[in-house]
Every structure is written in C-alpha cells, then in structure tokens.
C-alpha cells in the first residue's frame, strides 16, 4: 500500500497592517502557490522510486490457496554422494505427480540442475505455482539461479532455509538474504523452521509469510485422526498468533520405519484425507520416498509414492480419482478449506 505525505508550512502574517495594501500580491502568489501543489501533485511521483513490496495479500493468497502443494526432492539423488537426479528423470518425475492432480512444488535448494533446470521443466510439465527453495542463504548460485526464477510465471515465491535457524546460519543473515532476495525478485520470500520454533516472536513475523514443517509423528501423534486433531490445532494457534497468511511447508505421516509398528500406508491416507476436510493449508511432504535419508528410521518413508514411482494407497486414489484441483474462496484469502475434493 502506498502512501503520499504532504507537509504543509504556515506563516504568521500581520494582516491587519498589510491585506488592504497588498491584497493584489496576496491573491497572485496564493494561485502561484495553488498551481505548485496541483502540479506536485501530479507530477512529483515520476521522481520518487516506489518502495519494493509484495503482491497484494489477497490476490497472491487467493493463487497460493488454489493450488495444490507438493514438496519435491527427485528420488534418484542422493546429496550425500553429490549425485544429481538426470533432467529426464525429473521430467518423469513431475510427469507421475501431474498425473495426480498436483498443481504446485516447494523444493528445497537451487543448486545445479534444481536451479537451472527445474522451474522451466516444472512449468512446462503443467504445474501453476513453484515455491523455489534456497538451501544456503550465502549461495551465490542458488541466489543467482531463484533471480532468473523470477521471471517466469510459475515462480511464486521462494522460501529460503529449511531447519537451518541456529545450526547451519543465525537470524541476521537469513533475515539480510530474504530482504536482498525480495528487493532483488518483487517476489515473496520466506522462511522454515519447525513448528516449535516459532514461538520466538521474531521467527513468526519473519518474512512474507509462515511456512512452518508441522509433523505430528514427532508429536507422538501416530494414529491418523489424532494427527489430524494436532494438525488443525497446530495450525489454528500459528494463525492467530502472527495474524497473517500461514500454510504448513511440511504435513503429513510416514508409512513405516517406527519401533511400534504403528504407522502404515493405510494410516497416512486416512490422515491426509480427514485432513483435507479442516481449514489447515499446508503442503503434501512428500512426493518421493527418500533412500538416501537415514538419519532416522522414518526418514526414507515419508512418500506419497516410492521412489521408484509406484503408488502407495493414497497416491493410488489420487491417481484414481482424477480429483480437480480447488478453487478459493472469492470472499476471503484466509477463509475456506484447501483441498476439499480428497474429502471422500
């Protein structure tokens, strides 16, 4: 929203002495005067460079809540080893993910071909929105890559860092790159960290808006619609305390890998399916099943497929149902469920 201030200047005259006198004078330079403001007016705006800002809130959150968000990493890749995924493996990747109605990606790092390549690849496969991750907030390459990002469409936002706040970086330097990024893009920059963390005042009201990875598994909520119970609270206690737009970057439940045998594929479509029926906007985590992740049992498990493309109950009813992508509400961009058509 912008704002013009005029400040206007008062002089104290002796009228009484001189108005008879100088009355001619008087009226010439008040319509001097008059003359200078209108033309001010109209004219002093061309010299004054318009601050960097957002998209409109309700025009950008109406777009976000239209889509239907998964978080991409490419299976085939393993940063441990420095092994990239082929761009043909990704491009069939994102190919099975179209197939089940997914509409957005959230990535996690611009680097290598997940920065040069993949925003073309992912607008060209027919998704309408890209959140671009920016693993390192001090990459140069990555920040190089989001700014060519920018400039396509499907380039919505970006959020950089991912669980990074106090391990990998500290809050002056995130906060420096997401300013920098958004001067830089006129885009919409952010941040992730986890649920918890966000009791610190100054994470919440950090960037653009809340994104945070919200997992109920490591709430000790295993049995799906107690999952989904914490989810909505969860989600309803980070609205109401930043007041503003929030969509959780990470939801949802593993299928395997816990000592109690509790999880199952049966258990994460259940949840996702109750989930889709509250107000809670998040992010489907994952797509892909993750090999490569082993620092905790569950790590390689949180997929809606396996890593090698096959379906697992819930991506086997997306991929059967054909589901349509939703539509917002007209009315408001905080009102309203994402996601209602999985609520079968």
């Not at 925003?119 to 959140?131: D, E, H, N």
């Not at 399916?273 to 099943?289: C, G, H, I, N, P």
């Amino acid at each position: 929203m912008f704002y013009t201030f005029f400040d206007r200047r008062r002089q104290d005259r002796d009228g009484k002495k001189t108005l008879s006198a100088h009355f001619p004078i008087v009226v010439s330079w008040l319509l001097i005067a008059s003359l200078m403001v209108l033309s001010g007016c109209s004219g002093n705006e061309k010299t004054t460079a318009p601050p960097t800002v957002t998209p409109k809130p309700a025009t950008w959150e109406q777009k976000v809540s239209s889509i239907r968000w998964v978080a991409y990493s490419p299976p085939s890749a393993n940063p441990n080893k420095n092994i990239e995924a082929s761009t043909q493996a990704i491009r069939e990747d994102l190919a099975v993910l179209r197939q089940a109605a997914f509409t957005g990606l959230v990535t996690y790092g611009s680097s290598g071909r997940m920065g040069h390549d993949f925003p073309t690849l992912a607008q060209s496969a027919g998704f309408q929105g890209l959140i671009m991750g920016i693993w390192d907030p001090t990459n140069q390459e990555e920040i190089a890559h989001a700014q060519a990002a920018a400039k396509l469409p499907i380039t919505l936002g970006f959020c950089i860092g991912n669980e990074g706040l106090h391990k990998r970086y500290e809050l002056p330097v995130l906060s420096a790159a997401i300013q920098s990024l958004r001067k830089a893009t006129g885009k919409p920059v952010t941040t992730a960290e986890e649920i918890d963390d966000y009791s610190d005042k100054a994470l919440l009201q950090l960037g653009d808006w809340v994104f945070p990875n919200a997992h109920p598994y490591f709430h000790n909520q295993l049995d799906p619609d107690a999952a989904v119970r914490w989810t909505q609270a969860a989600y309803d206690d980070a609205f109401r305390r930043a007041g503003r737009f929030v969509m959780f970057k990470e939801v949802g439940l593993p299928t395997a890998g816990d000592p109690g045998n509790q999880l199952s594929e049966e258990n994460q479509k259940r949840y996702y399916q109750e989930l889709a029926k509250t107000s809670a906007r998040f992010v489907y985590f994952e797509a892909y099943d993750q090999p490569w992740k082993t620092d905790l049992s569950v790590e390689p498990h949180w997929g809606i497929f396996r890593s090698d493309r096959t379906p697992k109950l819930f991506a086997a009813y997306l991929l059967k149902a054909g589901v349509p992508t939703p539509t917002p509400s007209s009315t408001s961009a905080f009102t309203g469920s994402l996601l209602l058509a999985f609520a079968r």
